[in-house]
């Protein structure tokens, strides 16, 4: 061996390494993620969807009142814009989920967890991984809604971006919890009927939860347990330049929980992998 | 004679010691009293054996005998709750990534990504070990070279046949230089051709990179008169020692029956065929 790679084997763990290995995990990701163009697509037309069909018909029905962030009326696309951008979040963070048990199934987890780097930092790099990817289908989703009438200020734009980096830790960190109890591959079919749809829906994404009290009340209370509306008043009051204490305070407590539960679960000692067997285990 | 017992005990390797010097150390591997249970069912029972450094191991057990457990809880995909395992003196336990970054794995399952290049995956994997970038491109062109797949590195892996993909599996495990290397049923599926030519290769990897290799299969034709031998059946571990101990301690004329006086199975039961495990 040189002296040279003898050094290079010990600056193995240092700071830069620790780097290193963060922009390897996020690069495969994004890799992978350009590669499956279908899944570029499906992640777009999703929220087109709803943007498009779903919000035109309800303009009409559902008249949105004046309150914060807005200052005016607003339309109802303007209003659900937020609401798809989290929900944008919510798909990639269950799709990344799907990810890890795909990895898991193929052996990829196993070549990432006998990395010599700690595994609370090779579990946040892959969350940081799946962020990187979901904040790009956001820019294409904003991209494409601001021909849509659905203008904020331009440095709302930028103000966004730290409360999509902690919306999308938070979702991805539940959903790589959820990996960790799924044995295979189908059982994301009950994730979406489980968790997706009624984050979703029980919710303030698609209707200010003022409306929702007025039809039901206790629909109105569990609107108000669910961490997925405060994900969305986080990114509303952002793309409009505010800042939602309340909002920033509940979703990042999530997160840490999250995180803390994934990082156990997959802990080699103490989480649920080892009582089942492992990576992959039978 | 074991071969456990044939190495001197000694605890006291330093953690300070520099990689490079690691290959000197008394054990490559050393595993003692471990246990390991998935809720009743006992897959590990104290097991015990070591490790020369520069030593060709071959592990061998029927399927299902705890060859894998044995190989996760070494890599630490999870962890063990008795007993120890030193990789060059590293608890896996208490310094597991002193320990991880001395091993070279190559799982039983197949690992690389099958949509991303050949070098893609090798320049993935160099990352995860703190690479830069250009030392990662330079590891992983001398690597490729070695097992003669340079000019397959940008093809996708999945245009690779089922021995290329494990030579690329084995070159991306020894990027970082371990002084180990650990390799799961690595001939499984695979044709004559291709499982003689990953022995050879990883022999000569032993041999000319004084390489520690723990080599875990079923198969009893890829035990040779030079390796270490140690047996396990049903998380047990049932003889350690040369080749020649073992059937000494038999008292068998060849491996095989040797080994199937060891798991009382009959010979003819065994996969010699190279087939699925």
Do not use: G, N, T
């Given at each position: 061996m040189t002296q040279a790679s003898e050094q290079e084997e010990a600056k193995g763990l240092s700071f830069s390494g620790y780097l290193h290995c963060m922009r390897g995990i996020v690069w495969r990701e994004a890799l992978r993620f350009l590669q499956q163009r279908e899944r570029f697509i499906a992640a777009l037309v999703r929220p087109l969807v709803w943007l498009f069909i779903f919000a035109a018909g309800f303009r009409s029905v559902l008249g949105v009142s004046?309150?914060?962030?807005?200052?005016t009326y607003v339309l109802y696309e303007v209003y659900v814009t937020p609401g798809l951008v989290a929900m944008i979040q919510l798909f990639n963070g269950m799709q990344s989920s799907l990810s890890m048990v795909y990895d898991r199934e193929m052996g990829n987890m196993r070549t990432l967890l006998v990395s010599p780097f700690p595994r609370w930092f090779l579990l946040t790099s892959k969350l940081m991984a799946g962020v990187a990817v979901s904040l790009l289908q956001v820019a294409v989703f904003l991209a494409i809604t601001w021909f849509w009438e659905v203008e904020p200020p331009l440095w709302g734009y930028l103000a966004v971006i730290p409360a999509l980096i902690l919306s999308g830790l938070m979702l991805g960190a539940l959903g790589m919890l959820l990996s960790s109890g799924i044995?295979?591959?189908?059982n994301f079919a009950g994730i979406m009927n489980f968790v997706i749809f009624p984050m979703f829906f029980a919710s303030s994404a698609l209707y200010p939860l003022w409306r929702m009290k007025e039809t039901s009340p206790l629909l109105y209370e569990i609107c108000l347990l669910n961490p997925f509306t405060y994900v969305v008043e986080l990114i509303r009051y952002a793309l409009y330049g505010q800042l939602n204490l309340e909002a920033l305070a509940v979703v990042a407590g999530f997160t840490i929980l999250f995180l803390g539960g994934a990082i156990f679960a997959y802990n080699p000692s103490k989480g649920l992998i080892a009582r089942r067997g492992g990576p992959g285990g039978k | 004679m074991t071969a456990s017992q044939a190495v001197p005990q000694d605890e006291t390797v330093p953690a300070e010691v520099k990689a490079s010097d690691q290959k000197d150390a008394t054990r490559a591997l050393e595993v003692a009293g471990l246990t390991h249970a998935f809720g009743a069912n006992k897959?590990?029972?104290d097991v015990s054996f070591s490790i020369a450094p520069s030593r060709f191991c071959v592990l061998l057990g029927l399927n299902g005998a705890g060859k894998t457990t044995l190989f996760s809880l070494i890599t630490r995909l999870y962890s063990n709750t008795s007993g120890a395992i030193r990789v060059y003196g590293h608890d896996v336990r208490r310094a597991p990534g002193e320990a991880l970054q001395r091993l070279g794995v190559v799982f039983q399952q197949r690992t690389l990504d099958l949509d991303l290049t050949v070098m893609q995956n090798l320049l993935y994997h160099a990352a995860l070990h703190g690479f830069t970038p250009r030392e990662a491109r330079r590891r992983a062109e001398a690597q490729l070279e070695r097992v003669k797949l340079a000019d397959r590195a940008k093809e996708k892996a999945r245009r690779l046949s089922g021995g290329q993909m494990r030579r690329v599996e084995i070159a991306r495990a020894l990027l970082h230089n371990p002084h180990m290397l650990l390799l799961d049923e690595p001939t499984v599926g695979l044709d004559i051709d291709s499982r003689r030519d990953i022995v050879e290769h990883t022999t000569a990897l032993c041999q000319d990179e004084k390489l520690a290799v723990l080599w875990a299969t079923h198969l009893i034709d890829e035990v040779t008169p030079a390796k270490q031998v140690v047996v396990m059946h049903h998380g047990k571990v049932v003889a350690d020692g040369s080749h020649d101990e073992v059937l000494c301690a038999t008292g068998a004329g060849d491996i095989g029956a040797a080994f199937a006086a060891l798991t009382q199975a009959k010979s003819d039961s065994l996969s010699l065929d190279g087939g699925g495990a």
């Open positions: 004046i309150i914060p962030p807005y200052e044995k295979q591959l189908e | 897959a590990l029972d």
